[in-house]
């Protein structure tokens, strides 16, 4: 995955006020920091963050500043972005800056891909994790891990420890808990709650 430009500009003042001009100007402002990097404030446009972000890779999607300022050139992925509760409008997003050489955390969707067999069956699949946190390069960070289901039978639980990763991406050490299940249809809401509590 190769770092998409993405324009910024720089804001020297914070507050509710800088805020509130900002966003007449159809901006919000935003943040970003990383190891070994002075954090710097921005001002960006939601319209042309969403629109980056909408692609496959979503929030990992690799951007990499542009505008007159420190930034400038920092490859960075979408950390936190901030919604007014009542609107529904983006208000504030934090970018954290990332090494391309170094291995970074993120979190990936999970698609589970085939029809069990035990869907066939008359059971129920259920997706226990969403997501999973995976370590890897950052042009390694996948658009989402699929998970090949055909073979689960009513009762059967793949474990994240028996997931296959593509090349290069690792799970955390010492993690291990249910992805996805396949439970008679009875069995479904006290399965995905055992799956949440492991």
């Known amino acids: ?9 720089s804001r020297q003042s914070s507050g509710k006020g800088i805020s ?11 943040v970003m920091y990383g190891r070994g990097t002075e954090p710097c404030a921005l001002a960006v446009d939601p319209k042309a963050l969403k629109q980056a972000i909408s692609g496959e890779a979503g929030w990992n ?7 007159d300022g420190a930034f400038d050139g920092k490859v960075v992925i979408l950390k936190e972005l901030q919604t007014d509760p009542v609107k529904m409008v983006p208000i504030h ?3 954290q ?3 391309l050489t170094s291995k970074v955390h993120v979190m990936v969707p999970v698609h589970a ?3 069990a067999a035990g869907v066939k ?3 129920v699949l ?6 999973l946190e995976v370590v890897c390069l950052p042009h390694q960070i996948p658009s989402a891990i699929e998970i090949d289901v055909t073979a689960l039978a009513i009762g059967d639980a793949l474990h994240v420890k028996n997931v296959v990763l593509p090349v290069g991406v690792e799970l955390p050490p010492d993690v291990n808990f249910t992805v996805i299940t396949v439970t008679g249809r009875g069995g479904a809401d006290e399965t995905a709650a055992e799956g949440e509590a492991e």
Request: proline share 4%.
């Open 1 to 9: 995955m190769a770092p998409m430009d993405f324009n910024v500009s």
């Open 20 to 30: 509130r001009s900002l966003r007449r100007q159809g901006l919000i402002p935003a």
């Open 61 to 67: 999607t690799l951007l990499a500043l542009k505008g």
């Open 93 to 95: 997003a934090d970018f």
């Open 97 to 99: 800056a990332i090494d």
């Open 113 to 115: 891909v085939g029809k």
């Open 121 to 123: 069956e008359g059971g």
């Open 126 to 131: 259920q997706v226990i994790r969403h997501e």
